[in-house]
């Protein structure tokens, strides 16, 4: 079995510089294609002229739903305050609001560091509650390996904020876990019932808790080595579904693994994404790219730029 893996491209400097001259993006410059109109910028998402670049609608209708997996290993790893990375935060949502339908919802992922007060997640809790998007759940996913020591629970969780504004579409989502659990009761027109026998699918019910997504790595065909931050494709997608329609635009201003683009490619939605690094932007397309040509979510046991570093072309 082929393994060529990569280092972390945010961190290594002799890869980043062997591939700077095939990133077809430079910064402030957006790539758009032809075939569904989807759109990656290298650009800053605090910056509200260069989230305009992106998110001009050419009279089509405005996004109705956004996405975002801000970095927030920034505060993890003290390379941020943690009140500089929530007002950084602020600059993002008002960007992102200002492209927005009056009826959308906003998606962010979020971390809780253990050893620092579990920051960030309370402060962005805080700064949300001025932002306009009123609360709607807290949703925990869980990782199957995690971290930590002898000292302490295991930490394998990733938190996921749900917001709205307006009255947005919301589509109750079913998971792959059969209902075995009997014992409930509960008197419906007369007839004792019992939970299995109630609810409208026969799995169950996607909650603000999800077990059943798997955490990316690299034996996974999604997988997209040299990331350091993958979102698994199942849980975009069940955000996706459950938050908007198909035909239905929407926004990620960090792109990263071009995990959200590819989810909107499966599900007959446009992506209006962008990341502040070349590397990433390119990442993305290639992403794109390789599904059509290919059928594939990823470079199982590759990567995206195999050709390049004179690797096998993991086709």
């Known amino acids: 079995m082929k393994k060529h893996p990569l280092p972390r491209l945010d961190r290594d400097q002799a890869i980043r510089a062997r591939l700077a001259g095939v990133c077809r993006l430079a910064p402030g410059e957006v790539w758009e294609d032809p075939r569904q109109g989807h759109r990656v910028g290298c650009l800053d998402a605090g910056s509200a002229t260069a989230v305009a670049r992106l998110c001009h609608t050419d009279g089509l209708p405005p996004a109705t739903l956004a996405i975002h997996d801000p970095p927030y290993n920034f505060v993890a790893f003290e390379q941020r ?6 007002e950084w935060c602020r600059q993002i949502v008002a960007n992102t609001a200002a492209h927005l339908a009056a009826d959308a ?14 920051a960030p997640l309370p402060e962005i809790m805080a700064m949300m509650r001025d932002s306009g998007f009123t609360s709607r759940s807290l949703i925990t996913m869980r990782n199957q390996r995690g971290y930590g020591t002898q000292q302490n629970w295991m930490s394998v969780r990733q938190e996921l904020l749900y917001y709205v504004r307006g009255c947005p579409r919301f589509q109750p989502q079913y ?24 609810g409208r699918g026969e799995t169950l019910r996607a909650g603000n808790v999800w077990i059943d997504i798997q ?17 698994p494709l199942k849980s975009i997608l069940r955000i996706i579904d459950a938050s908007s329609a198909p035909g239905d635009t929407l926004l990620d ?18 992506c209006l994404t962008m990341d502040i690094d070349p590397l990433f932007c390119e990442v993305t397309i290639r992403r794109l790219e390789n599904y059509r040509q290919t059928g594939r979510t990823g470079w199982q046991n590759s990567n995206p730029f195999a050709l390049e570093l004179g690797q096998e072309s993991g086709a």
């Open 105 to 118: 919802s906003l998606y962010l992922w979020t971390g809780a560091d253990q050893n620092n007060g579990f």
């Open 175 to 198: 998971t792959d876990i059969p209902k075995k659990v009997k014992g409930y009761y509960k008197d419906i027109s007369g007839e004792r019932t019992e939970n299995t026998a109630r």
């Open 81 to 86: 305050r943690v009140d500089a990375y929530a």
């Open 215 to 231: 955490q990316v790595f690299y034996r996974m065909e999604e997988n997209v080595n040299g990331c350091y931050a993958q979102k």
């Open 253 to 270: 201003f960090f792109a990263h693994a071009g995990t959200t683009l590819l989810a909107a490619e499966l599900t007959g939605r446009r």
